[in-house]
């Protein structure tokens, strides 16, 4: 029998990675029976959001270093080396083409990030290509996710996670503020954020 890879993807900014993210990861891995989770931090914005972005290299960095002692998660370089936009079906195309052999491919987002994606152009495009699992996040209003939502699609599953209201924005105020982040991110995180002076500034 040819053995079916089972691989999840955890796209995001991670500026920093915390632990509501490996949180998911890790439950995705073990609710849905996971070989995998590999981690894809996005490239640099090709248009200035409303906020300054820190550099990939730094974002990709931090990744690796917060998922290194779980010999389940890997972090891809596919977005950070891309130029100009990125999608996700251009990602989970790719990934799918580097593994040899048969892939099943679970998309791992938070309930927000789910919502946003049904916003997208194809969302219908990126469900064949993948499962969803949509994580609830604190602070997110889940009864519009399930209003909005087609939870009901066959690709798409709603997963519970212990509740952990951290948010890499609300870390890089904090850091900015002069409040502690120990216990929010690894340890090796806030080493990394503190060695390059990440945050610090006005944006
Ligand atoms: P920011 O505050 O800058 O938006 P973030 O904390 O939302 O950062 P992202 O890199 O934007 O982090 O998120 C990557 C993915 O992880 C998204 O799918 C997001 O929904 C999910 N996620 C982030 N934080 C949590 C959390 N505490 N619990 C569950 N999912 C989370
Ligand atoms: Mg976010």
Do not use: C
Not at 44 to 53: L, N, S
Not at 78 to 83: G, P, S
Not at 174 to 199: A, C, M, Q, S
Request: proline share 6%.
């Amino acid at each position: 029998m040819r053995k079916v890879t089972r691989l999840g993807v955890m796209g995001g900014t991670f500026d920093p990675l915390h632990h509501g993210h490996l949180v998911t990861a890790e439950e995705a891995l073990w609710q849905f029976h996971l070989d995998e989770v590999v981690f894809v931090p996005t490239g640099q914005p090709w248009m200035k959001a409303d906020r300054e972005v820190s550099p990939a290299e730094h974002r990709y960095l931090m990744t690796v270093i917060a998922t290194a002692s779980n010999p389940h998660f890997s972090v891809s370089r596919i977005e950070v080396d891309r130029e100009g936009p990125t999608y996700a079906v251009d990602t989970l195309r790719e990934l799918r083409q580097q593994r040899a052999g048969d892939v099943e491919l679970f998309f791992i987002t938070g309930a927000d990030a789910m919502l946003e994606i049904l916003q997208w152009k194809d969302p219908e495009e990126v469900l064949e290509q993948a499962h969803f699992i949509a994580a609830t996040r604190p602070g997110y209003d889940i009864a519009r996710f399930e209003k909005e939502a087609p939870t009901s699609h066959p690709r798409v599953s709603v997963m519970d996670i212990p509740a952990l209201a951290i948010s890499s924005s609300d870390i890089r105020r904090r850091v900015r503020d002069g409040e502690p982040i120990r216990y929010l991110v690894p340890e090796g995180v806030n080493t990394y954020i503190r060695k390059f002076h990440l945050y610090r500034g006005g944006g």
